[in-house]
């Protein structure tokens, strides 16, 4: 399966060995990622914010659905269906979202939440729209369709400096766009810490991940 988008990792020099698996993986999954290096300074996602302003530009001059995607990532068998279903979407879409029970719970309708609670293996990959799309901070690996890229404002994210995932929640609220995600997530977050300070803490893994259909 071969996709019509413009794909990005957004990594820094001392994290190449994570960043090699994350590559390959989406290689293998029939994309072309581009990788954009920021000297990792301050460590952790803020210190990205001028390197994802280049991606950003040039997802908007590519034309194209653009995959936002970070560096520490494994791809489930069922990613590249996943990823279609979202493109044909039209819509901003998060393949990885960070799961805990409180978020879950504000985000996800009761059907799909009790079935994660369950642990029922063999979900069938739906694409949700969030019922509350604030304080995600996941933007790990996100669907961005061209028309909401055209929108973001190059400037704004390379003056205040933001993380991405903030950044890409301001925009949402500022334009009133609905998000959505694949559930069961397609894609998990490995949260590699090389290259990187301290642990951060509450969940930063999707626990829906492994509950796929294979």
């Known amino acids: 399966m071969s996709f019509k988008l ?6 820094c ?13 989406l290689r293998a999954a029939g994309l072309e990622p581009v990788v954009y ?3 990792c ?3 952790g996602p803020q210190g990205h914010a001028a390197v994802s302003a280049l991606a950003l530009r040039d997802a908007q001059e590519s034309g194209l659905d653009w995959l936002f ?3 520490d990532l494994t791809l489930s ?8 279903k979202a493109q044909a979407s039209g819509g901003v879409t998060y393949l990885y979202l960070h799961e805990d029970e409180r978020s879950m719970t504000i985000r996800y309708p009761d059907e799909i939440l009790e079935q994660i609670r369950r642990r029922s293996a063999g979900l069938t990959p739906r694409h949700v729209r969030l019922l509350d799309a604030q304080f995600l901070e996941s933007a790990q690996c996100v669907l ?3 028309a909401a890229a055209a929108q973001m404002r190059v400037e704004a994210l ?5 993380s991405f995932d903030m950044f890409l929640e301001a925009f949402l609220r500022e334009t009133r766009r609905s998000a959505f995600a694949m559930v069961p997530c397609p894609v998990q977050h490995l949260e590699a810490r090389e290259g990187r300070g301290s642990v951060p803490t509450g969940s930063r893994t999707s626990l829906s991940h492994d509950l796929a259909v294979t």
């Open 6 to 11: 413009f794909a990005t990792i957004v990594s």
């Open 13 to 25: 020099s001392q994290r190449a060995t994570v960043r090699a698996g994350t590559e390959a993986e």
């Open 37 to 39: 290096l920021s000297p």
């Open 41 to 43: 300074q301050p460590a």
């Open 69 to 71: 995607c970070e560096d």
């Open 77 to 84: 068998p069922g990613f590249p269906a996943a990823l279609q």
């Open 144 to 146: 961005i369709p061209a």
């Open 158 to 162: 390379e003056r205040l400096g933001l």
